[in-house]
């Protein structure tokens, strides 16, 4: 609750669990979980809170600077910049924050699974890739995207490979991070900007969500459609490979779905029936 200055956290029946209120200075920005349980938060600071008592466990990084943030889905890293040129990665563990420039005033900023390479997007209309570790410049890849669709292209990073996708108005790219070179087969040719973008964990499949629900999937080193189409109804705008590659997991604003990939065909009903923000 911004206005109020405190997080609530909720039981998903809805109500507020018997977790203590938690504090952060100023307004709070953004939140997140860790995968221990743990609560993010930025506001005037970065900070790590313990629900279950309510206490700060770690004060990462005091900033005026920022308006989001993003964590690595093992836990380990945490990007956050607001529209000024610079962003800053955390290792949450020791709070170690590295400071990383971009040409441009940066619209938006993403880590990989694994927390090991990070992207930035700015008003120069390219998308920095960097180690977050050591705050290196890695490929810097150009990408159209039109005001129609928002300004802002998909990106997503492998967990295993140093590969990413890189979707705009008219193009999908995958292209080798440390090169800036294609990946594999010919830029493909999305009819509008996807909606959603996943590369598999071992960074050989990539998958698009086009409007209105329409998921397609990629192989990485020739180009071509390698599953049959996978057509949902709903609105998606997430979606997700499964560990071994043979699976996805799509969402949409009332449901989520999984999909065997080899035959194109949902393996599930549908897992949820509220609104849905993300997949995992």
């Excluded at 964590?71 to 956050?80: L, M």
């Amino acid at each position: 609750r911004p206005q109020e200055k405190e997080s609530i956290v909720w039981e998903p029946a809805g109500d507020p669990s018997s977790t203590p209120v938690i504090h952060p200075p100023g307004q709070t920005d953004a939140l997140a979980f860790l995968p221990n349980g743990e609560l993010m938060t930025l506001a005037d600071r970065v900070e790590v809170w313990d629900i279950a008592t309510g206490n700060r466990k770690a004060h990462l990084l005091s900033t005026t600077e920022s308006n989001y943030f993003d964590i690595s889905a093992d836990g380990r890293f945490a990007i956050t910049g607001k529209g000024s040129a610079h962003v800053q990665i955390i290792e949450i563990a020791t709070g170690a924050a590295v400071t990383i420039p971009h040409a441009q005033r940066q619209r938006v900023a993403a880590l990989s699974p694994n927390g090991t390479w990070a992207a930035t997007f700015g008003a120069d209309g390219v998308v920095q890739f960097w180690e977050s570790k050591t705050g290196k410049a890695l490929a810097a890849v150009p990408v159209h995207v039109s005001a129609r669709d928002g300004g802002i292209p998909r990106v997503a990073i492998s967990e295993q490979k140093p590969v990413a996708a890189i979707a705009g108005s008219t193009t999908l790219k995958v292209i080798n991070l440390e090169t800036g070179a294609m990946a594999g087969g010919e830029t493909r040719q999305p009819q509008d900007l996807p909606l959603a973008v996943a590369l598999s964990k071992s960074g050989d499949q990539v998958a698009i969500v086009n409007r209105p629900g329409l998921i397609l999937v990629y192989d990485v080193r020739s180009g071509q459609r390698s599953a049959p189409a996978m057509m949902d109804g709903s609105f998606l705008t997430k979606v997700t490979f499964s560990a071994d590659g043979r699976k996805l997991l799509s969402g949409a604003n009332d449901a989520a779905r999984l999909w065997d990939i080899r035959t194109g065909r949902p393996s599930s009903l549908p897992l949820i029936e509220e609104r849905l923000t993300a997949t995992a």
